[in-house]
């Protein structure tokens, strides 16, 4: 349900707003929880009884309901649920837009999204509520050693669950709602546009966006989490998001164009991890040392220019050329780094791809 209103009446001044409901779609890994036959991997706890540091046969107890058994990798042995509640979002808009003059244009606008009915996967058999052993470690700090100076001097508490509760045999998974997994996030965009006129265009607009969610999502977006206390561990979103955009095109003589695009944006919350251990039934996990977004990935910034020229033939024809330049500025900003405590730490795995030249034509007919 939306809406376009004329403030004035002269077509000059328009509020734009309204509100939008979407409706979550299942996603595979939602579906297999009730698939039996499926490909999972199961992790026990070894036992290096000769300390030769291989695997020797029975090292290791592989019934899933006995002592050695930890965990699987994926939700199976599932039911579904029929008090479930459809998952969706709901977006709400409002936007100001105002002429000026015969070709420039400026909008203000805020969107507000948020999600209902988060779903995530119960262990109906070993619920949240039966992680009742703290295990706590000191924090080592990004060397991974405690007791050196850049220990932070605090502590990081998991949960283990009781051995009575141990084994495959408590392991039987249902989608459930969590209120308190909902999404919050709040948008404002400032916008300039010069519509194309006396051989040019432009476009600039700055954009601010505040997150409040209770967990990231693993793997990729929409994911569906466990519902243990462990996953909600320093994994809230609370960060403060800017996207700077600029773009633009000027028409040369003899029919060549030149345009390009500047594109300026914060980097992605993080968090340091670290490996943490003692318990018995999760002898160890990572988890953040410190709340997301007490690190971030660098700001990007990124330029990219185009150069292309179209040719008229006869009988409509056309036939047009171009040459791309991505990353004009070669920067090489980090994309994706290494978060977990010890040598490696914020060790970059990937930066913004290399300038990069393309050339490329068209043929219309």
Same mark, same amino acid.
């Given at each position: ?10 077509? &000059? ?5 309204? %509100?939008?409901?979407?409706? *979550? ?20 706890? %070894? *036992?290096?009884?000769?300390?030769? &540091? ?55 606008? %805020? ?28 924090? #080592?700090?990004?060397?991974? &050693?405690?007791? $050196?100076?850049?220990? #932070? ?22 989608? $459930? ?7 919050? *996030? ?6 300039? $546009?010069? =519509?194309?006129?006396?051989? %040019? ?16 999502? #693993?793997?990729?977006? =929409?994911?569906?989490?466990?519902? /243990? ?8 979103? *609370? ?13 040369? #003589? ?82 994706? =780094?290494?978060?977990?405590?010890? /040598? ?22």
């Amino acid at each position: 349900m939306y809406f376009s209103y004329d403030l004035i009446g002269n077509g &000059k001044t328009v509020l734009k707003g309204g %509100w939008g409901r979407f409706d *979550h779609q299942r996603l595979v890994d939602e579906l297999n929880v009730v698939n039996p036959f499926q490909a999972v991997t199961n992790t026990y706890r %070894w *036992h290096d009884l000769n300390g030769n &540091k291989l695997y020797d046969p029975g090292e290791v107890n592989t019934d899933p309901n006995g002592p050695d058994f930890l965990s699987t990798n994926a939700p199976i042995n599932g039911i579904s649920n029929p008090a479930e509640k459809r998952p969706g979002t709901d977006q709400f808009s409002l936007s100001l837009e105002q002429q000026v003059g015969r070709s420039i244009g400026v909008r203000a606008s %805020w969107v507000y999204i948020r999600t209902f009915n988060e779903a995530r996967f119960l262990d109906i058999l070993r619920p949240p509520s039966a992680y009742t052993i703290p295990i706590t470690n000191p924090d #080592p700090g990004p060397d991974n &050693k405690v007791g $050196t100076a850049d220990d #932070p001097g605090t502590t990081i508490t998991y949960w283990d669950y009781p051995a009575a509760y141990a084994g495959s045999q408590f392991e039987k998974y249902q989608i $459930t709602n969590d209120p308190n997994a909902a999404e919050k *996030h709040n948008s404002v965009d400032l916008q300039l $546009t010069r =519509r194309f006129a006396n051989r %040019w265009q432009f476009l600039a607009s700055y954009s601010a966006t505040k997150n409040n969610t209770l967990l990231a999502r #693993p793997d990729f977006a =929409r994911a569906i989490p466990f519902f /243990t206390p462990n996953v909600d561990i320093n994994t809230g979103n *609370h960060s403060l998001e800017y996207l700077v955009r600029l773009s633009g095109v000027y028409m040369l #003589p003899a029919g060549v164009s030149v345009s390009g695009n500047f594109n300026y944006q914060t980097g992605a919350p993080q968090s340091r991890q670290v490996l943490v251990a003692g318990g018995q039934q999760i002898p160890n996990i990572v988890v953040n040392a410190q709340p997301l977004g007490s690190i971030s990935l660098p700001n990007a910034r990124v330029v990219d220019l185009r150069i292309d020229k179209a040719f008229s033939l006869p009988r409509r024809q056309k036939l047009a050329v171009r040459v791309n330049l991505y990353n004009a500025l070669n920067t090489n900003a980090i994309t994706a =780094r290494n978060l977990r405590s010890g /040598t490696t730490y914020l060790r970059a795995t990937a930066i913004v791809p290399p300038r990069l030249v393309e050339f490329g034509a068209s043929y219309t007919f």
